[in-house]
T-cell receptor, first 112, second 116 residues
Framework: QKEVEQDPGPLSVPEGAIVSLNCTYSNSAFQYFMWYRQYSRKGPELLMYTYSSGNKEDGRFTAQVDKSSKYISLFIRDSQPSDSATYLCAMSAPDSSYKLIFGSGTRLLVRP | DADVTQTPRNRITKTGKRIMLECSQTKGHDRMYWYRQDPGLGLQLIYYSFDVKDINKGEISDGYSVSRQAQAKFSLSLESAIPNQTALYFC???????????????FGPGTRLTVL
């Protein structure tokens, strides 16, 4: 079993929809949680960073961490065609914060 | 200009050839990483370096070697390329001194390598 599980999709939604992307993990030591967005033929770019539990909001994006369930989510409100990309979750533990464990990525398509 | 650059962006080579992929950064970060990305497998760590004299193997280092020529430069070599090394390769950097974004990694644009 992988340390981080992520549904590969693809997830296809109409423009304006609320999108929910999720990852589950098995290592309770993870404290740092990140979401990266990767456009086709580009490198991953950091979208959201969260430490420990709780919510974090940045514009149309909300990152949520539930450590009791070992479950993290990224919500995108009012989705746009420009949000079409692959979204990768990543996480690490305090004693090895440099060692990011990535999910395999969820491909999102927002239809105009 | 991009903070993390990789050369070449695309490379096609033959089995048995030696290949070097290069990474440069202007972010001033001390840590650098090499990953490969395969469809459905996410990003896997090949090697990482905390500074010029500190280089460590990642989870899939077999068949690869690296060199940290300077704080800003980190190269990845395939001594004798084989077809199953066909993948996307990414370089990344992080700043161990950034307490607000602990070891958040910033990626280059990638190199698409095909080994025939």
């Amino acid at each position: 079993q992988k340390e981080v599980e992520q549904d590969p999709g693809p997830l296809s939604v109409p423009e304006g929809a609320i999108v929910s992307l999720n990852c589950t993990y098995s290592n309770s030591a993870f404290q740092y949680f990140m979401w990266y967005r990767q456009y086709s033929r580009k490198g991953p770019e950091l979208l959201m960073y969260t430490y420990s539990s709780g919510n974090k909001e940045d514009g149309r994006f909300t990152a949520q961490v539930d450590k009791s369930s070992k479950y993290i989510s990224l919500f995108i409100r009012d989705s746009q065609p420009s949000d079409s990309a692959t979204y990768l979750c990543a996480m690490s533990a305090p004693d090895s914060s440099y060692k990011l464990i990535f999910g395999s990525g969820t491909r999102l398509l927002v239809r105009p | 200009d991009a903070d993390v650059t990789q050369t070449p962006r695309n490379r096609i080579t033959k089995t048995g050839k030696r290949i070097m992929l290069e990474c440069s950064q202007t972010k001033g970060h001390d840590r650098m990483y090499w990953y490969r990305q395969d469809p459905g497998l996410g990003l896997q760590l090949i090697y990482y370096s905390f500074d010029v004299k500190d280089i460590n193997k990642g989870e899939i280092s077999d068949g690869y070697s690296v060199s940290r020529q300077a704080q800003a430069k980190f190269s990845l070599s395939l001594e004798s390329a084989i077809p199953n090394q066909t993948a996307l390769y990414f370089c990344a950097t992080s700043d161990s001194r950034d307490r607000d974004l602990t070891d958040t990694q910033y990626f280059g644009p990638g190199t698409r390598l095909t080994v025939l």
